[in-house]
């Protein structure tokens, strides 16, 4: 049942960036991003509302945890960014390659509570295949792609960051508050970027 949830999850995120990415071409990055946490923030209020959750939200500590949302900001940023210049096939592969290199980091140095993981040299054989791999999928992008590529490779990074620092949120306050908090903070972070572009 597991590994069928993360193909699920698989499945999703590809969508997901097809869809944002549609819509960031459409309006901006930025309007975009603040576009799809307001989607977000209301879908998940709502879920709180029906399960009778949504208290003290915000009473929690270290302040740290709440910074999910910000770093979502991000990540929503270097996903949708690229659409366009590569393909979504190039982006979730590059972004997959960077969780999978940050979660490693994570595991080896248990860096923000998270649980020490003996790491193995196969991962670094499997890195190079994935590095390879991607590489050659690659290989028809020119220069001026560079910096869509180095953004979707980042946005690998961003991501991990983000859930492990949800993750501490949601210990706290629950998955589902964890989520609103997440998506309001990310609304407000970027509601100031849309502002700002639109000035």
Not at 19 to 27: K, S
Not at 143 to 151: I, K, Q, R, W, Y
Not at 182 to 192: E, F
Request: proline share 2%.
């Amino acid at each position: 049942m597991l590994d069928l949830t993360v193909i699920l999850y698989g499945a999703v995120v590809a969508v997901m960036v097809t869809i944002n990415g549609t819509l960031t071409n459409a309006i901006g990055v930025f309007p975009g991003t603040l576009v799809i946490h307001i989607v977000g923030s209301t879908f998940a209020f709502l879920l709180c509302r029906a399960k009778g959750l949504g208290r003290n939200l915000w009473r929690q500590g270290p302040a740290w945890i709440y910074l999910g949302g910000a770093i979502g900001v991000i990540s929503t940023v270097l996903q949708t960014a690229p659409y366009g210049i590569i393909s979504v096939t190039s982006i979730n592969a590059l972004g997959l390659l960077g969780q999978t290199v940050t979660s490693v980091i994570f595991d080896m140095t248990g860096a923000l509570g998270m649980k020490k993981q003996k790491v193995y040299w196969t991962n670094l054989v499997t890195f190079g295949c994935a590095g390879a791999g991607i590489w050659l999928m690659l290989d028809h992008i020119g220069p001026s792609a560079a910096g869509a590529v180095l953004m979707a490779g980042l946005s690998g990074f961003s991501l991990v960051l983000s859930r492990v620092v949800n993750a501490q949120l949601a210990e706290k306050t629950g998955a589902l508050n964890g989520s609103l908090v997440n998506h309001l903070v990310g609304l407000m972070i970027s509601g100031i970027l849309a502002a700002a572009v639109i000035m």
